[in-house]
């Protein structure tokens, strides 16, 4: 703890009306006990689940649930929302003073928060790519669900940023065959680089062992239940706030015996809730991003106080964007 810090002005974006951010000025006092201060230095765009809170689109029976761990205000406004930021500790804990850290945290230039809600960074993991630390926790948790195994024909739908770190890692298991499928032709270049095939969804080859639904879009789910084999498992990992949504559940579905199962991150997989806790997933997250190549799942940086104008530009679904860090110098 800092003793007799001074306190701090500190700016944070705020959802205000749909469509509409702001960013709006908070004093800080000196951390608390058991509290350190952290000075951000990148955040992330979610840009699934931030789309749906910047459109005042989650739906009431949600508002619980999609709090993020430090969130102020509600929903649908306003609110002060986002959970991928990375910062320096810069109070006197004398293990974390000046390292780099993680944490479940909105958009704010510097905040206090209990110490044992941040997770240092491996020397290996720099920064700027520590922001995908949230979506690839997402990542980790449906892989857990799915239980891909080796030599398995595995398909991913939706190359946003969950998607293709999906399909980065089960491509990391021996002698699997995964394949991206997006219908964005461009997104080959970012599967080739993660090491997995791609293809359009007319050009699929079916019977997977496994095939894994996120590209939001019910058109996608269709062509997950179409692609799956006998027997197969089908992981929803869309979710669609408000939206309806319908699903093929006529035809071969139930001749053929699918699985349609859902994953979300908000428990830890079942496979692993006796074992794990969600500090150790965090963690465990984190230490995957020392490969370089999952830089290309990231944007150029958009400066944390041109958020009100960029914002919409950078949620649109026409952007092409995968992972927009925000950058705090």
């Avoid at 996608?220 to 949504?245: C, F, I, N």
Wanted: proline share 8%; charged share 20%; hydrophobic share 45%.
């Amino acid at each position: 703890m800092a003793v007799g810090a001074c306190a701090e002005i500190a700016s944070a974006l705020w959802y205000c009306r749909p469509g509409e951010v702001e960013i709006r000025q908070e004093a800080m006092a000196a951390p608390g006990a058991g509290e350190v201060r952290v000075k951000t230095l990148y955040s992330a765009i979610s840009r699934g689940t931030e789309s749906l809170v910047f459109g005042g689109r989650v739906p009431v029976g949600e508002f619980e649930r999609m709090r993020a761990p430090f969130m102020a205000g509600d929903f649908p406004f306003p609110a002060k929302y986002g959970y991928a930021a990375v910062g320096r500790v810069e109070s006197d804990d004398y293990v974390l003073r000046g390292k780099n850290v993680f944490a479940l945290y909105p958009h704010q230039t510097a905040f206090n928060i209990p110490v044992g809600a941040v997770l240092a960074l491996p020397e290996e993991v720099p920064p700027h790519r520590a922001v995908l630390a949230a979506n690839m926790e997402t990542a980790l948790n449906g892989v857990w669900d799915a239980a891909p195994g080796p030599a398995d024909r595995i398909v991913i739908i939706g190359a946003g940023v969950v998607g293709s770190l999906v399909a980065y890692l089960c491509g990391r298991i021996p002698g699997t065959d995964v394949t991206l499928i997006d219908i964005n032709p461009t997104r080959a270049e970012l599967a080739g680089k993660l090491g997995v095939s791609f293809t359009g969804p007319g050009d699929a080859i079916g019977d997977c062992d496994l095939v894994v639904h996120a590209s939001g879009s019910p058109d996608g789910l269709r062509t997950a239940l179409e692609l799956a084999g006998d027997e197969a498992t089908v992981l929803e990992m869309s979710w669609y706030g408000d939206a309806a949504v319908t699903a093929t559940l006529g035809g071969p579905f139930h001749s053929r015996r699918l699985r349609l199962v859902s994953s979300q991150v908000g428990q830890i997989a079942p496979s692993h809730r006796p074992r794990w806790t969600h500090g150790r997933r965090l963690a465990a997250a984190i230490a995957l991003l020392c490969d370089p190549r999952l830089d290309a799942l990231l944007a150029p940086a958009v400066a944390f106080h041109d958020l009100p104008q960029r914002l919409p530009g950078i949620l649109d679904p026409g952007s092409g964007i995968l992972c927009q860090p925000i950058i705090y110098s």
